[in-house]
């Protein structure tokens, strides 16, 4: 079963512009993780919250959490074309560190 | 460092065929793990060994999947006979014990069944 669930499916925007994605999830959690996806470098690991932070940033990425609501957000600042990929919210359980649960994904698509 | 490899990228076969898939993960990871990620879905966990034992294979189909991971390194892992719903990306990803949460992940193979 996937636990998280991400909005929108599919964003196309400008370059240069930001992008913002949302994860909703249903059961409590450990940790929740983003992941991109693209054709070229496979599945790759971008951050990891843990559920006791509400923030955290890495380069152009900025991640939240909200455990009151269940839910995540994953901005992405000044977007460029290679950020152009699929981006996955994966939930870590209360129980094991190492068993993560992906969500359907976002498209992100970067036009010119 | 090199990354988690995988063999074949692609495959065709038709159902009820077999097919297997090898997977030589990151040095010194003791965790594997396969996934299955069908079009427009996320990867879904089918099977995770620690070293050479069997962590988690709840959702793996065991009527017609298999996996093993004999001395605990590379791993592969079989279909048998293959269904047309099996068409998909199966990824093959692993993790240190000491950042068990952060896993890498190999191209995956992609099997088309016809």
């Known amino acids: 079963s996937q636990q998280g669930e991400e909005d929108p499916q599919a964003l196309s925007i400008q370059e240069g512009e930001n992008a913002t994605m949302n994860c909703s999830y249903k059961?409590?959690?450990?940790?929740l993780q983003w992941y991109r996806q693209n054709s070229g470098r496979g599945l790759v690991h971008l951050i990891l919250?843990?559920?006791?932070?509400r923030e955290k940033h890495s380069g152009r990425l900025r991640v939240t959490l909200d455990t009151s609501k269940k839910s995540s957000s994953l901005l992405i600042t000044a977007s460029r074309a290679a950020d152009t990929a699929s981006y996955f919210c994966a939930t870590g359980s209360m129980n094991r560190d190492d068993k993560i649960i992906f969500g359907k994904g976002t498209r992100l698509h970067i036009l010119p | 460092e090199a990354g988690v490899a995988q063999s074949p990228r692609y495959k065709i076969i038709e159902k009820r065929q077999s097919v297997a898939f090898w997977c030589n993960p990151i040095s010194g990871h003791a965790t594997l793990y396969w996934y299955q990620q069908i079009l427009g879905q996320g990867p879904k966990l089918l099977i995770q060994f620690q070293n050479n034992g069997v962590v988690d294979d709840s959702q793996l189909p065991k009527d017609r999947f298999s996996a093993e991971r004999l001395k605990g390194v590379d791993s592969t892992l079989k279909i048998q006979p293959a269904k047309l719903e099996d068409s998909a990306v199966y990824l093959c990803?692993?993790?240190?014990?000491?950042?068990?949460?952060?896993?890498?992940f190999g191209p995956g193979t992609r099997l088309t069944v016809t």
């Open positions: 990803a692993s993790s240190s014990w000491d950042r068990a949460y952060e896993q890498y």
């Open positions: 919250i843990r559920s006791n932070e």
């Open positions: 059961t409590s959690i450990n940790n």
